[in-house]
């Protein structure tokens, strides 16, 4: 009798045993989705080459930087973006990439660098319509450069990757998925070259107008907006210098971003340079430039360059009424107005 109650108990307990690792099989195949390896690359770039050869005749002393001191850094964080048709889920990650799981649902994937300070993104939920602007900054004493501009600060480093297609997943896999981000956007070196007086200016601030407003994240195409970017300049022996990042110019195609479009506009837009220049008496002066060719041959970065400004003696005069700080513009500061999502 003892031994048919132990058979018993030991069949009793094969039986739960079993059904509990068919249970735990179950659960782990219904919970478990199929898993991604993410493995993120950048590229590096800070202008596109439209037949200016900057990259193989440049002068890093005249420029006042090496070429490859001017290429963006990798980014501090990624955002992975998967759309799908219920809406959209937002996967965080390192600049390196890693291990997502998405289920089967999911239509497509936008990656984009998440480290950024003045980038506003709009639309996302709409893959189409999803685009990154800048923040809006005012300067007081700038007149309008072009009718209507949004004045903006210059957007930081942002890079993005679309994937429009997602490898086919299967249950309890890894399937390895690598992505390169490239740039959206670019950097302009921008030389204001003085004839006479450079020794009178004690601070110098510019503006470049016709520029890309935003940016659709998809395919890297700018909008047909423009904008106008406030900056601050540096000066120099010869003047002032600046490294201005921009998205380039507006409703641009850029063929480096998954387009084989041309890289010129039929019908030239304009694009003017401003310098602001606060001279060492205090007095405000400033001058305005035509970069209209400089700039359709550099859509995406590159070196813009102005020459013969002059500064008299005789604008100079000590005595100007001013209080003056030689510090910075004081009152006339530019006035970052953030700008929220919509």
Partial sequence: MKLNIHNTLLAASALIIAASTSSCRKDLCYNHFPEA????????????????GWLSGWDADLYGSTYDNLRPGN????????????????????????NVSFGASVHSLLFYNNDTQYIILNDMASLPSARATSTSRSRATLGELHAGERTINPPDVLYAAYSPEVPELKMHENV???????PLVYTYVIRYEFDY????????????????????MRDG??????????????????????????????GFPDEYYGRDESSR??????????????????TLK?????????????PRGGVIVVKDIRIEDDENLSDSGFDVDLEDWGLLEDIIIPVHPV
């Avoid at 992975?80 to 990439?97: C, K, L, N, Q, R």
């Avoid at 019908?267 to 340079?273: H, I, S």
């Avoid at 400033?286 to 550099?298: A, G």
């Fill in 286 to 298: 400033s001058f305005t430039f035509d970069i209209t060719d400089q700039m359709q041959r550099q």
């Fill in 221 to 250: 195409v700018t909008s047909d907006e423009a904008a106008t970017i406030l900056y601050d300049c540096t000066l120099t022996p010869y003047g002032a210098r600046a490294e201005v990042a921009s998205f380039g110019v507006p």
């Fill in 176 to 182: 390895p998925l690598p992505v390169r981000l490239q």
């Fill in 37 to 52: 390896g993410v493995t993120l690359s950048y590229e590096n770039e800070w202008e596109r080459d439209y037949g200016m």
């Fill in 75 to 98: 980014p501090e964080g990624v955002t992975m973006v998967a759309y799908h048709p219920d809406g959209i889920t937002e996967f965080y990650m390192s600049t390196a990439g890693g």
């Fill in 265 to 282: 506009r039929d019908t030239p837009r304009p694009y003017t340079l401003n310098l602001e220049v606060k001279l060492t008496n205090g």
């Fill in 197 to 216: 007086g450079q020794q009178h200016v004690a601070l110098a601030r510019g503006a470049v107008a016709g520029m890309a407003e935003s940016v659709y």
